[in-house]
């Protein structure tokens, strides 16, 4: 350990002699003069530590350079960040108050649009509702075609239980068309339960559709009784259809009372429904022009400045115009076609001058020529009668013999034309009176065929009240009843040839040179 302490100071005297030591050595070494080689050594040593420094300095411009861009690219980047932030500011300011603006029309928003929601669904309904009735409708319809079918049938079945050979057929035939007075049978559709049968009692309306003799229904003499009381089923079963479809078709009479209620309701709502719409674009339009009267801040660059005062950029810019670059390029192609549009009217207005300048011409020639021709005319005037004449007198003074000709020729046509009318007039008053005395013949022959046919009748009706007495010989007396149908008919069907025969007279009566008189 002592050893070591030793050491230890040994070399830190040593160390604090080595400085100077080293000091005086450099001192000796300065003075002894240097050798050639050492003379090259440091001016070698000299050039590499000028490289070195430049190499320094050149890396602490580039350092330098580098820094300042980033600084630059900083602050560009600050200065966009700001711009940024201060145009999301301005653009915030305005929503906000398009959102105040927006929060004030809610009310009325809401209002108008519950009101139109609820009129689209009140036209929903409607719309349903009437395509549910015309369903209906078409149902009922369907159904009344079927009973009118079924009804059909039944005179169908009428026509096979008697035949037209049948003696009593007209008889049978009253009978089963005839209406009686009975009890309605209550109808109800089971696809509607929203529709009562009517009442059983009958309205004193309907009782003009029945007979107006009320007299007890018999068989008639020589009918059989069954076929009779078949007829009486089968005019039951008919007065049993036209009852269901009265029912039906006043079921029907009501769906169409029901539609047509539906359709003044759809069209009132339609009405308001457009009255709503108009509101609305009203008030859109309202809040839409508020909506514009709002600043609107736009920010621009430098190269987009266009509004300079002697170069430069005035302190007030209020009264600059903010448009885009394609209405400029519009309004500079306008500019160019005004040009073109001036140039084109300049040289339609020197050829409209030209025009102006040769019509002038044309006009003082006419001028010239007119009074030279009125002196000719001055000059010819006094020379044949001394003064001025006016010609127009003197033309309706004298005479002329063609406009004199043709006024005596037409005063002949018109005397002629007069006697001719007189003429055909007695003409027509003679025809008028052979019609009258035509038509009375004719009425004549009308009330005898009218006669004929109530014999006829009245012949038929003995003939059948008295066929079911006769028992002796019936086909001998059929053949005489056939007989005098077959002469009955023979005298209305001469009667018929009478009457269409003075028909014909009567049209050639009418009919006189191709006119027709009435």
Known sequence: GASG???????????????????????????????????????????????????????????????DEAVSDLRREKFRLEADLKSADMKRLVLYQEFILLRESETQDLSLKTRLDGKMAERTDILSKISETRDKLETKKEEVDKLVEKKQQIFG?????????????????????????????????????DYDSEEEEEDDDDDEDFDDEE???????????????????????????????????????????????????????????????????????????????????ITLKMHQM?????????????????????SLRRLKMRIKELISEKAQLKRKQKEL????????????????????????????????????????????????????????????????HQLEIDEWNQKIEQAQLELTEVTKHNTACLAAVADLTHTQKQLEGVLNNTQGTLFNDPMAQRRKEIQERDRLVQVVNKQAKNIESLKQEIQVLRMKGGQVYG
Not at 306 to 326: K, R
């Open 353 to 416: 001058r030209r025009e102006h300048i040769q019509l002038h011409r044309d006009k003082k020639a006419k001028e010239q020529r007119i009074a030279e021709l009125e002196g000719r005319a001055y000059d010819v005037q006094m020379l044949k009668f001394g003064q001025l004449i006016d010609l127009s007198i003197l033309d309706r003074m004298g005479s002329n013999k063609g406009a004199e000709d043709l006024k005596e020729a037409l005063k002949k046509q018109e005397v002629q």
């Open 157 to 193: 079945e009428f026509d096979t239980l008697v035949e037209e050979s049948n003696t009593f057929r007209e008889v049978l035939l009253k009978i089963f068309t005839r209406k009686i007075k009975r009890l309605k049978k209550k109808v109800k559709d089971n696809d509607d339960e």
């Open 5 to 67: 302490t030793k050491k230890e100071d040994s070399r830190s005297l040593v160390s604090d002699a080595a400085p100077e030591i080293e000091d005086s050595r450099m001192a000796a070494l300065q003075t002894v003069p240097l050798s050639a080689l050492e003379e090259l050594e440091k001016k070698m040593l000299h050039k590499q530590l000028e490289y070195e420094k430049s190499k320094l300095v050149k890396r602490q411009g580039e350092a330098i350079k580098t820094f």
């Open 306 to 326: 266009e509004y300079l005062v002697d170069g430069q950029l005035p302190d007030d810019i209020s009264m600059g115009l903010v448009f885009s670059n394609a």
């Open 215 to 297: 007299e007890e229904e018999v068989c008639p003499p020589g009918c059989d009784q069954g076929l009779y009381e078949k007829v009486c089923d089968l005019r039951e079963k008919r007065l049993d259809q036209e009852d269901i479809i009265t029912e039906f078709q006043k079921s029907i009479d009501a769906f169409n009372k029901e539609r047509e209620t539906y359709s003044k309701k759809q069209k009132t709502i339609e009405m308001s429904l457009k009255k709503i719409d108009e509101e609305i674009a009203e008030f859109q339009k309202e809040k839409q022009n508020k909506l514009n009267a709002i600043d609107v801040v």
